[in-house]
């Protein structure tokens, strides 16, 4: 799929200069070159909307509160869009939020894509285009790859005891083996704690690699599933195939 | 998840208003009891931001044409969202569609949810809110139990042979049945023109919905997973776990 990706144009550089002149005030929309354009003018922002660098601690304060709200998907969207919500105005300003709630449960309760990468996917597509699927493809592999949650809330809703590495982005795949861990229920107080805590890691790491992104220093770190595999893919083959995994026809 | 929801406001009735009163010029901004705004309003335009009925042909070829430029999800969310950019004006005019291509291959070329579903749940979050959870639930239900796919391109831009079931709404497994079947690799014509009308299979499924809905005689058909077994999760249990299909803790 890479080699289709070719006609979209890198706009770093753009969005890079976008984000430095952004100023913090609530409602900004002065144009920096074109880029961010206010919701009054006759012509839509010019897109990719651009980003102005976060706290990670606030973006997962937010998102661990909101969780509680609108669950996952939404956790992480207004994790990193309501401060920039605040810091850049308009488009982002006008962009309704609750729009993205649908993500829970990995797609209203389908248990594939984890909500909280929903929420990055469409956070770094706003922010960056076609440039911000590098970095949602790092938070992925971040996601499959840590014991998580890592995030303290400052004022817990509920207690847990335990951490898990998923091995996987799929909601049904992560969230059961920590259930199974924790000895609860889905619907349990400790199973939400641990979903809005994790909710709160992928909103920091995510803004984490954006402010590198900003400042030029982001380096994209996984490479192409498709291309090592041959197929759209996870990286834990043998979790649902066992022994028997199908040949990559490259 | 469900008793977590009743806090949200059913609109439905509101949006068949706004759906049913909108206008069909190409810039249309008139408020409908304040729930289509233009953009040039100084406060965002309510949300959810409404529906009129699409011709669920004319969202198949906006999918099947679009999936070349920027694959599934990208292709479903401007087949159902292009032509209400064009019937209904703001703030669907605004929106820049190209935000959405990181649902690729489920997420990035990661194979989980298929990039169309998550179209067809960003489409139905902006037009429906929570009303639309339920659409995009039965549309993946659609998606997971139905040989795809069904929609023939008046132009063709390859042939293909198979259809198949994919029993799961995850990349990697439908595209991954469908492509032993055809016999062919991902980075193939066949492949891609597969794709493609399976996404304006999606788009035209979505569309059907809608209409029933903003008609007023949708009734939703599926029921909740999360519910049903305790945990969010597909339905194809076996195809995973074999014999050992874990009890559910509900």
Redesign the interface.
């Known amino acids: 799929?890479q080699e289709?990706k070719k006609n979209?144009l890198s706009r770093r550089d753009a969005l890079i200069g976008a984000g430095k002149l952004a100023a913090g005030a609530a409602i900004v929309t002065a144009g920096v070159n074109g880029l961010i354009t206010p919701?009054?003018a006759?012509k839509?922002?010019a897109?990719?909307?651009g980003y102005k660098k976060i706290d990670p601690q606030l973006a997962g304060n937010i998102a661990y509160e909101n969780w509680y709200k609108g669950?996952c998907c939404y956790a992480v969207v207004t994790g990193v869009l309501v401060p920039l919500q605040k810091s850049m105005g308009e488009?982002y300003?006008?962009?309704?939020l609750?729009?993205?709630?649908?993500?829970?449960?990995?797609?209203?309760?389908?248990?594939?894509?984890c909500g909280s990468?929903?929420g990055a996917?469409?956070a770094?597509?706003?922010i960056a285009?076609?440039e911000?699927?590098k970095i949602?493809?790092d938070v992925?592999l971040y996601y499959t790859e840590t014991d998580l949650p890592i995030f303290k809330p400052a004022a817990p809703k509920a207690q847990i005891k335990n951490v898990n590495t998923s091995d996987s982005?799929?909601?049904?795949i992560s969230?059961?083996k920590w259930?199974?861990k924790e000895g609860v229920?889905?619907?349990s107080g400790p199973r939400k704690e641990r979903c809005a805590r994790l909710s709160a890691d992928v909103a920091v790491k995510t803004v984490m690699l954006l402010n590198d992104w900003v400042d030029g220093k982001y380096k994209a770190s996984h490479g192409?599933?498709?291309r090592d595999h041959?197929?759209?893919?996870?990286l834990n083959c043998m979790?649902?195939h066992?022994d028997d995994v199908?040949e990559p026809?490259?």
Chains 1, 2 share one sequence.
């Open positions: 799929m289709e979209c919701a009054s006759s839509p922002a897109f990719p909307w669950f488009p300003a006008s962009l309704p609750m729009a993205f709630k649908w993500g829970h449960g990995g797609a209203v309760g389908w248990g594939t894509l990468l929903t996917g469409i770094t597509g706003f285009g076609h911000g699927e949602l493809n992925i982005p799929l909601c049904h969230v059961g259930m199974k229920k889905f619907f192409s599933n498709v041959g197929i759209t893919t996870q979790e649902c066992g199908p026809i490259i």
